[in-house]
T-cell receptor
């Protein structure tokens, strides 16, 4: 079993839709949870991070962590064509340790 | 800050040749990571350093791969000899806490 599982999609939604992206993991020691966005032919860029359980909101983006279920989510409200990218979840046990990445979900927002 | 700098951005070489990829991390970051990304396998961690010391190189696929970090501002990933299956995008990332910042990547093609 992989440390982090992520549905690769592809996911296609109309502009303005709410998007839900999810990852599951097996290691209960993970404490830091990140979401990265990667545009085509670019490096991943950090979108959001959360520590331990709970929610975090940043504009149209909300990250949720449910450690009891070993499940994390990223919600995108009022999706825009500029949100079209691959979204990767990542998690780590502690700072200075390696990150475990999901394989990424490809999202297309249709105008 | 200019972010993580990688060179070259593109490399095309023939099988059997030596390839050297270079990375300059963000100033003040004490952890450096080398990743490889392919469509089939996603983002794979090859090796990471803390304070210039290699911590985990279990992701290095073979002895043909080697990495060095002689000082806090420079790292290299070398492949010798290169093979067609090494064709991928190689990313360098640096971090100071839990946020990893990625460079633009080096697209390597081995013919």
């Amino acid at each position: 079993q992989k440390e982090v599982e992520q549905d690769p999609g592809p996911l296609s939604v109309p502009e303005g839709a709410i998007v839900s992206l999810n990852c599951t993991y097996s290691n209960s020691a993970f404490q830091y949870f990140m979401w990265y966005r990667q545009y085509s032919r670019k490096g991943p860029e950090l979108l959001m991070y959360t520590y331990s359980s709970g929610n975090k909101e940043d504009g149209r983006f909300t990250a949720q962590v449910d450690k009891s279920s070993k499940y994390i989510s990223l919600f995108i409200r009022d999706s825009q064509p500029s949100d079209s990218a691959t979204y990767l979840c990542a998690m780590s046990v502690s700072t200075g340790n390696q990150f475990y990445f999901g394989t990424g979900t490809s999202l297309t927002v249709i105008p | 800050d200019a972010g993580v700098i990688q060179s070259p951005r593109h490399e095309v070489t023939e099988m059997g040749q030596e390839v050297t990829l270079r990375c300059k991390p963000i100033s003040g970051h004490n952890s450096l990571f080398w990743y490889r990304q392919t469509m089939m396998r996603g983002l794979e961690l090859l090796i990471y350093f803390n304070n210039n010391v290699p911590i985990d190189d279990s992701g290095m696929p073979e002895d043909r791969f080697s990495a060095k970090m002689p000082n806090a501002s420079f790292s290299t990933l070398k492949i010798q000899p290169s093979e067609p299956r090494d064709s991928a995008v190689y990313f360098c990332a640096s971090s100071v806490k839990y946020e990893q910042y990625f460079g633009p990547g080096t697209r390597l093609t081995v013919t």
